[in-house]
């Protein structure tokens, strides 16, 4: 099992930037992806970006130039570089990593994007 810590989130005026970190207790190398999701308030949570074991990378359209997702086998970490960030990216953001039918989530950053 993993068990994963999500960090950075805060508070950004509308055009800033934040970076949020995943830090993983195991290897992520045996993850077939890792992902960050988002859920805002009274809404599901939703794809943010996901970057395959062989560095595939996929975004939300919404997040498309904006985000970029990485990953650092070495570190167990993955990351979310957020350039950009508009008041509609206000949420909690959840690091997933999936193994086959598999999915581990950590317990959510809060981001906020407000002037």
């Known amino acids: 099992q993993v068990r994963l810590v999500e960090s950075g989130g805060g508070l950004v005026q509308p055009g800033g930037s934040l970076r949020l970190s995943c830090a993983a207790s195991?290897?992520?190398?045996?993850?077939?992806?890792m992902g960050w999701y988002r859920q805002a308030p009274g809404r599901e949570r939703e794809l943010v970006a996901t970057?395959?074991?062989?560095?595939?990378?996929n975004y939300a359209d919404s997040v498309k130039g904006r985000f970029t997702i990485s990953r650092h086998n070495a570190e167990n970490s993955v990351y979310l570089q957020m350039n950009s960030l508009k008041p509609e990216d206000t949420a909690v953001y959840y690091c997933?990593?999936?193994?086959?039918?598999?999915?581990?989530w950590g317990q959510g950053t809060q981001v906020t994007v407000s002037s």
């Open positions: 997933g990593a999936h193994r086959f039918l598999d999915t581990y």
């Open positions: 195991g290897s992520i190398f045996s993850m077939n992806a």
């Open positions: 970057i395959t074991s062989g560095g595939t990378t």
